[in-house]
């Protein structure tokens, strides 16, 4: 019997060999492994495997939400990807370089979703993704909605008192 890449076989297999990644230890372990040999620099793609499989662990695992190791695999994924010169699979940051500020407003919002549900709507992780977003906004020359995030954003780091960094408050003063 031949196996074709769509075949049912084909699925079955790769169903059998992922069902490892059910398992809740597995992620912070392919995760670890894929960080100690980015710092090495020796296999990228080997690199990009592991935290592909991790990212897919993390999932598998989840109950109803993301979690904060998902998105810390997801950004680890990224840099990989840019590293491989592999932009089209990076999210935000690389989309706006490239002047794709709708791919890139459509991945900033997708994280600050994803970061207020990890880390709740007043985390200062929260704060910073929004002023991604504006930045974003901002080259896309949507004002009404830099003035909502910066707000948002201000109000943030206003409640959690890290209103310390000035040259953060005199970019957004300029949009509340």
């Known amino acids: 019997m031949k196996i074709g890449k769509g075949s049912k076989l084909q699925k079955e297999i790769e169903d059998a060999s992922e069902s490892w990644l059910g ?30 499989q991790a990212a897919k662990s993390y999932e598998l695992c989840a109950i109803e939400k993301p979690s904060l190791e998902l998105v810390m695999c997801l950004l680890v994924t990224v840099a990989i990807y840019c590293g491989l010169g592999q932009y089209n699979e990076a999210l935000g940051d690389t989309y706006a370089m490239l002047g794709h500020l709708d791919k890139a407003i459509t991945c900033y919002t997708t994280g600050l979703e994803v970061v207020k549900q990890v880390l709740g709507e007043t985390d200062p992780s929260v704060g910073e993704t929004c002023r991604f977003l504006a930045e974003a906004y901002v080259q896309a020359l949507q004002f009404d909605e830099v003035q909502k995030l910066c707000q948002m954003a201000f109000d943030i780091h206003r409640e959690n008192g890290s209103l310390t960094n000035n040259f953060f408050m005199l970019q957004m003063s300029d949009y509340i």
């Not at 670890?32 to 935290?51: C, E, H, I, M, W």
């Open 23 to 52: 398992n809740p230890d597995i992620g912070p372990l392919l995760l670890k492994q894929a960080r100690d040999l980015v710092s090495s620099g020796d296999n990228p793609s080997k690199d990009l495997q592991l935290t592909l």
